[in-house]
């Protein structure tokens, strides 16, 4: 499995436990009020074009190609706890829903897309399209998921040294209060 085939699968995993906490709190009651969206700048045609052309050459698709069969299931199987003896029937439903939603995902690039044109202007979209077709662009979209990975391998191993350091601070401190733990 490539690298960037786990960090998208990584990503996945991370939206597919966000989504499913949201499917949990849909069987919640509704919250008095939920926070608002973001407001997001209008964007041009072209800056839209250029963001999208930009999450093409990230394959940003890849974190999100499996969001509606993920909801899809992840909802079958919440509402099969509380209705098992519709098993039959959810699993079947489940198809049908699954096809008539199927490509709704595309909303979720093309929210991403509008994120990007928000965030930078339309010559800012270009200039990155044009560096991401540069050789250095091209090794930058080619090494950036392995340089992620080992990031963040380094982050967790320094904060298991890190957490080790704390224990011993509040040691040494309630030991200076008479106290050992």
Not at 7 to 22: D, E, H, K, T, Y
Not at 100 to 128: C, P, W
Not at 146 to 161: E, L, P
């Amino acid at each position: 499995m490539s690298y960037l085939s786990k960090i998208m699968a990584a990503a996945g995993l991370v939206m597919g436990l966000a989504l499913a906490g949201a499917v949990a709190n849909a069987q919640q009651p509704a919250p008095k009020q939920a926070a608002p969206a973001p407001t997001l700048k209008p964007a041009s045609p072209a800056a839209l074009a250029a963001a999208k052309e930009i999450l093409m050459m990230k394959n940003a698709n890849a974190m999100y190609a499996n969001a509606v069969p993920n909801i899809v299931e992840q909802t079958k199987n919440a509402l099969l706890q509380s209705n098992l003896n519709y098993q039959k029937d959810l699993n079947e439903v489940a198809i049908i829903v699954a096809k008539n939603l199927a490509g709704k995902e595309q909303e979720i690039g093309d929210g991403m897309a509008k994120i990007y044109a928000n965030e930078f202007t339309e010559q800012e979209l270009k200039d990155l399209v044009t560096f991401y077709k540069s050789p250095l662009g091209q090794k930058l979209l080619a090494t950036e998921p392995r340089a992620i990975q080992f990031s963040m391998s380094y982050m967790n191993q320094w904060g298991q040294v890190f957490a080790q350091t704390v224990n011993e601070q509040f040691r040494v401190e309630m030991k200076k209060r008479g106290k050992e733990i």
